[in-house]
């Protein structure tokens, strides 16, 4: 879950993510709409086949034409000179039916070009019948009938024969389309007609080859409602795009467009789902708080006295975040109590859960301004209360310039009555710092790390001693955060009259729980890891 949830959340997977989605955008648009395009040309396909097949359908009721003709009013006897005249009559008709048999049970005794016989001749077993009645004979060698060389399909319905010569599809069709005109048994046999004479058995073996069939060729097959015949098309993908260019570049630069789109789409919700403050949000609850210690030593013993308590906040894909990521959200979405309560709860299952050798560790936790209110936090810590005797509580109020001093000052000792230490942080850094000194009733003053960081010798280093003498002629216990130096810290104990604590990378960096423990047990513990190592 951690590693997919990291897919979403790096900057460069979502510009990968974004390829991605328009790639499939981009090909489920032109899938869609080159899906459009095949129903188009397969309508256009419909229409010239319905046209084509116009001369199959009147080839079909002028056989049925003549057929009636032949039966009608014969009281001539067969294959006499009045049945001849009759039979004659009806071949001169202009539908292209030139040639009748008189043939009994498929024995030709009689035709309009032979008149009678001398040998009836038998016309065999026929190519296929038809639930009507009609027999048909494809394609026969008619030279018995006294037309050599000639070639027709032989209709037989009850005692009269058609001749039906073959028919040439007369169908203008564009150079990409392809088309054969097929008669169909019943039985499924098949005949060519006229036309392309490959493309019906091609689309018999397409059924064959499944659904891919369709990436190359663009098919259709239509037959007359009695469904002899039958007109096969097929238009090759390339052929028709090669015919095609503009209208295909358009429809590629619509699908690129919409892809786009889609993309665009796509990827402001993936960032507003997965952003940090989305996430943040989502998932700031216990399991998502992890406290580091960082050790506090008395200047003058150099004993570990205590800790401070830092958090972070584990992300989705399990990196940890630093307090200057999530704190401006904290506050920004009045979140300040809530995230205190939750930092509270797991140093104390932390720190309940691990070992001091029965030392007395004071533990030194950060407050927003907003929440100085003694009732609240007296009942937010007193989840400590079983463990006041291995724990002293110590509460940092940050941004100590933004409290209302009159409000500030009797919360303050409202909290000192109820047994906690409460410090001034980052002195040295807002406006009204100073003000805020003289008359806040704190215990202790933190300050700012930028004193004790900066370089020997600069103005700000200068200062520490200045801020040193402005908490101590205050009164206040002092802590000296930023220790990164042994050179400051030698400086601080010389000081030691007035300097009480220190804390900073030099002494220990902000440590896991089992590291401050060590820290804690074996003094001579060298922590000097790695800022994320906590
Ligand atoms: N360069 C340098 N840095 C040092 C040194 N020693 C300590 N630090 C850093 O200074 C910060 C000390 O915390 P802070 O002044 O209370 O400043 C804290 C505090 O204002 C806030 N913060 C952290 N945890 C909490 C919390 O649980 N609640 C509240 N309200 N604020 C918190 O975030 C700030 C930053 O915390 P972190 O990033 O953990 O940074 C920590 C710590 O890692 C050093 O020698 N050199």
Redesign the pocket.
Known sequence: MAKLAGIFISTRNLKLIGIAVWFAAFVGTALVLAAFSYMQVREAMRQDAEAGLEQFVRLDESIRAAFQALRADIADAPCSAGFQLHMRKVAYLPDGLNEFFYAPGGIVECSVNVERFAQPVPLGEPDFATADGKSFWIDRDISFAGLPGMVGTIVLHDRFAAVVPRQEMKLPLPAWMKAEAVLVAPNGRWWHRSGNEWVHQDEQLSKRRGWTDGLFAVRQKVCVTEGFHCISMRAAVAELAAHYKLPVAVLLVLAGTIASWITRLALRFMRRLWSFEARFLRHLDENSIV??Y?PIIEVKTGAVIGC?????WRDIDDAIV???RF?PL?QKHEL?SR??RL?IEKAYRDLTAASFDGQRLQV?????PR?LDAAALVRTFSIFDDARDRFELVL?I??CDHVDLAKGQSHIRALRRAGFKVYM??FGTGYSTLKHLAELDVDGV?L??SF??APTGSIMSEMLRHAIDMVHAAGRKIVV????TAERLAQLEADTARVDFA?????A??LDLERFSRFVLDRSFEAVPQ?NA?
């Open positions: 406290c580091a960082q401070e308590v830092l958090a972070r630093y307090p200057d704190l904290v300040t995230f205190t930092v030194n936790f950060n407050v927003f929440d940092e940050v941004e942080d980052d933190k700012d790390r004790a960081m955060e930023g220790v990164e804390q900073g990378y030099f002494i960096r902000p800022r906590a």
